[in-house]
Every structure is written in structure tokens, then in C-alpha cells.
């Protein structure tokens, strides 16, 4: 095993009680949580729901670590696997944000792959908020979109842009999560590589890249507004040292969050505002920082809608709004925008965001992607065969067993005779997999190809 850095084991000195400090060093060689959160809005059974997380009303913690790619529910977005100590956002969300703001407003998540606290927020806004997913490296950007998809909300849109493009987006958003690139200490016992990769030099540049990341995105909060930064590291200049810096350079304000003392949770307090240090031998989970604070100058700004010149989701012919609106189960909910042939669904009022958004950063995945129409007639996306609001009359469901659940997720043969002609949706234990279309004997499996799994 790499041994722990010997400056990282002295600088940790300043943020360990001393009398809990061999406990700390020694929790890097014990074994790792495994933990998941569940998808409040997929109906399915639950394959394991064992000992709950204490801060998160959907998070277990397992008693082992299953194959979850041999689990056809995760494919379907029944839960996420993720972290324990991530999971706290939610008591930030439950007693910072709803109780001043509600849940009608508009939350960036600015460094957001894989989707970890993305799915987390999409979770508790349900309907009536917008969360807009960011992520500045390509890739990982495909990797959030395919996450978001699986989740299935349709209150979330996808950009791959750098920070300093929401800046344009003048207070456009009620919430900003800055869950920012960093040293990654938490990961330590996770990671165990992130040992060798961890120098002091590189401490400093994730405090000075974090710093540059939150004065970029600065302008797109609104008055009011929250501010939710995070890392996984535990040292002070990524963290309360940020902080710091945040009260020297903006206007901020408290947000009140209790503890309960049973968690573990260990509070501090920078110029008035609180953090919360998830230590690995206090609690089952990595090492994690999180802070809230709210941006003052004056009241929060109601805002309109303002108007996007010529705007670039086309609307649907009259006579295809029925066609897609019988896709849905809640049909007056949604409206419809189109983008270069392909059909998006918006819940009521976010499609004039898009168009906003959509004219200053690059909006790769708008909303709901529902498919494409010919002579009016929809050819579903993938992504609505996981949208949570799907209607249930309006493609014959086939429930699969296990054995069949997982061909058709790698795309091997399912057979042909326990369909229904056109088209089925795929079903497993209640949660939904995609699609698949009978044409006489013959089974087009539209499960994405980029998605299948490919070992078993
Ligand atoms: N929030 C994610 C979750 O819960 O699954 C994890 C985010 S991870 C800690 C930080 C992310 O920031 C990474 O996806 C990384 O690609 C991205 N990132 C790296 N450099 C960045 C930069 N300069 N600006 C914004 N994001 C950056």
C-alpha cells in the first residue's frame, strides 16, 4: 500500500482534535462504505434497502459491494452508487434553500460529472425547480448526460462550458453548488493512487483554481441567492481558507443548518459562516467539506422571463402536440421544443430558460429528449423510456426476468415471441430499460449501443 504523504500527515494536524488524530491516520487503511442513494420517482422493488444514512431520506449503506453492472435496475436509474458524506447536501437543500426560496428556482451545478449530487438535487426539486448540470471536460460531460437520462426527472439540462461562461448569465440562477476540483485528500482510502499524486505545491493550485472558478461564476447567482461550495479534501487552504476569501471579496450572509450530534458531523466557523467536515474515523464515509452561505446585497430580485431574440427550440405543428402529448403521463405539464429534428420536453415555463441558457453556454442536452416525429408520428428517444412521467397506456410494458433483463442490456438475443407487434417497453422488477420494437418475427432492440454492457 502507498503510504500516506508525510506532509499531508502533519498539515492534517491543524483540523484533527488531537485526541482523534491516530484515529484519523488509521481510517485511511480501513475498509471503505459502500453506499447508494435511491430514485424517489422509480416505482420499482428496491434490491436492498439495508441501514439508512442518517442525512439523506433515499441513502443506504450496503453491507457488502454488489456487481452493480449485473443489477438491471441501476441501469434503468433506480439509484445512484455514491459516497455517504456527499448525501449531507440534502440537509442544506431541506433546511437552508426550501424553507427561504421554495423549490420554483433555478440551481447550477457548475462541476458537475458523473451527476453524483446532480441526480441528488434533480431528486429534491421534482417538477418545480430547474437544475442546469455543468461540466467543463468533454467526456465527462457525456458521461453526466447519459446519468441524467437514467435518472429520469426532465428537470435537468446539460452544459459543457467553462465557468467563466455562466458569468454572462447575469443572476440567473437561485442556487450555485461549486463541488470544485481539489487536492483530493477524502479520496485517499478510495483512491488509493491520489496518495502518489498529492503534493503541497498542488494544494495551492486547487485553492487558487477554486478560487478563479467561484470569482468567474460569481455574476450568474442573484442576490439572495445560495452558495453551496464543497470539496473532498480536508486541508484548510481548499476550504475554510476559501472561505475567507469569499468574505473578503463578496457580499455574504449565515445560513442557519443544525446537526444532529449523533452524526458525527463536525462544524466549524469561518468569519460567521458554518462548514461541515466529514472526517473518515467519526463517520461511515469519505472525507468531505461542505459549506453554505447566502450572496446579501439587497433583496432577491423576482425576475421575468426576458425575451431571447429569434430562439432556437422550434414548436412542434399543431397537430403533432398531440401525438406528444400522449407520450406523457401528467400531458399538461410539459411543453415542446424542437432542435435540429429533435423533439424536447420542458415542464411548463422552462423552455423559455433554455432558450436563455441556450444563448450563452453550450447547451448540450436541453431537457427531456422525447425522439423524432415523421409524418407525426414519434419515434421515442431512449431517455423517455426512462422519464419518470411516461405515460402507462401508451406502450404495452413487457416485464422481463433477470436472465432476459440483462440481454437485452447487452443487446444479445431476447427471442421474439413475448412481445407485443411494434412497439414494447422493457421493463425489470418495475423499473423501466428502454425500448424495443416487433416487426412480425423479427426484435429491434433499442437499447443504445453506446450504453450495452459488455462484459458479464
Ligand atoms: N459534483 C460531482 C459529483 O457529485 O458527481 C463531482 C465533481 S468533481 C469533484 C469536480 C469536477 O470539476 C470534475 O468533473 C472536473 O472535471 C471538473 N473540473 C475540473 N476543472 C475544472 C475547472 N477549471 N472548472 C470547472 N470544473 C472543473
Not at 487503511?29 to 439495508?50: L, T
Not at 434553500?97 to 421534482?126: M, N, Q, W, Y
Amino acid at each position: 500500500m502507498i503510504q500516506l504523504p508525510s506532509q499531508f500527515k502533519e498539515r492534517s494536524r491543524e483540523v484533527v482534535a488531537p485526541a482523534e488524530y491516530d484515529a484519523f491516520i488509521s481510517s485511511f487503511d480501513m475498509e471503505q462504505p459502500v453506499s447508494v442513494r435511491m430514485n424517489p420517482y422509480k416505482k420499482g422493488e428496491a434490491p436492498f434497502c439495508q441501514e439508512r444514512i442518517p442525512w439523506c431520506s433515499e441513502g443506504y449503506y450496503l453491507s457488502s459491494r454488489p456487481s452493480f453492472t449485473l443489477l438491471p435496475v441501476f441501469h434503468g436509474g433506480a439509484f445512484y452508487v455514491q459516497e455517504a458524506s456527499s448525501m449531507f447536501l440534502e440537509q442544506l437543500f431541506l433546511q437552508g434553500i426550501f424553507p427561504a426560496i421554495g423549490k420554483d428556482i433555478r440551481v447550477l451545478d457548475l462541476c458537475a460529472a458523473p451527476g453524483g449530487k446532480s441526480t441528488h438535487i434533480a431528486s429534491l426539486l421534482g417538477k418545480e425547480g430547474l437544475l442546469v448540470a455543468n461540466e467543463v471536460i468533454k467526456p465527462r460531460s457525456k458521461i453526466l448526460v447519459e446519468n441524467v437520462q437514467k435518472w429520469g426527472t426532465a428537470n435537468t439540462m446539460v452544459t459543457n462550458s467553462d465557468p467563466r461562461a455562466f458569468g454572462n448569465l447575469c443572476h440567473f440562477f437561485d442556487v450555485m453548488v461549486v463541488d470544485a476540483p481539489c487536492s483530493g485528500e477524502g479520496m485517499f482510502r478510495k483512491e488509493p493512487l491520489a496518495r502518489e499524486e498529492w503534493s503541497e505545491d498542488n494544494v495551492s493550485l486547487c485553492a487558487q483554481r477554486q478560487r478563479r472558478i467561484l470569482a468567474d461564476a460569481w455574476d450568474a447567482l442573484a442576490p439572495g441567492g445560495f452558495l453551496i461550495y464543497s470539496t473532498c479534501t480536508f486541508n484548510r487552504e481548499e476550504n475554510e481558507e476559501n472561505i475567507a476569501w469569499i468574505t473578503r471579496n463578496y457580499e455574504v450572509e449565515p445560513v442557519e443548518i443544525s446537526l444532529v450530534s449523533e452524526w458525527n458531523v463536525v462544524r466549524t466557523e469561518t468569519e460567521g459562516i458554518s462548514a461541515f467536515r466529514f472526517f473518515p474515523h467519526r463517520i461511515k464515509g469519505e472525507g468531505f467539506f461542505v459549506t453554505v452561505m447566502r450572496k446579501s446585497s439587497g433583496e432577491r430580485v423576482e425576475r421575468k422571463n426576458r425575451a431571447v431574440g429569434k430562439g432556437v427550440f422550434l414548436s412542434p405543428a399543431k397537430n403533432d402536440m398531440q401525438e406528444l402529448k400522449n407520450w406523457f403521463g401528467h400531458p399538461g405539464d410539459w411543453e415542446f421544443g424542437v432542435r435540429n429534428q429533435e423533439v424536447y420536453a420542458f415542464y411548463n415555463g422552462r423552455k423559455a430558460d433554455a432558450e436563455q441558457i441556450a444563448a450563452k453556454v453550450n447547451l448540450i442536452y436541453p431537457g427531456l429528449d422525447v425522439g423524432q416525429l415523421f409524418h407525426n408520428k414519434l419515434k421515442p428517444a431512449h431517455a423517455l423510456a426512462l422519464c419518470n412521467d411516461l405515460s402507462s397506456s401508451v406502450v404495452p410494458v413487457a416485464s422481463l426476468d433477470e436472465a432476459d433483463a440483462l440481454n437485452y442490456l447487452r443487446k444479445a438475443d431476447v427471442g421474439c415471441e413475448k412481445f407485443a407487434l411494434s412497439l414494447n417497453l422493457i421493463v425489470y422488477r418495475g423499473v423501466s430499460l428502454g425500448f424495443l420494437k416487433r416487426i412480425g418475427n423479427r426484435c429491434n432492440n433499442m437499447y443504445p449501443k453506446e450504453y450495452r454492457i459488455l462484459n458479464l
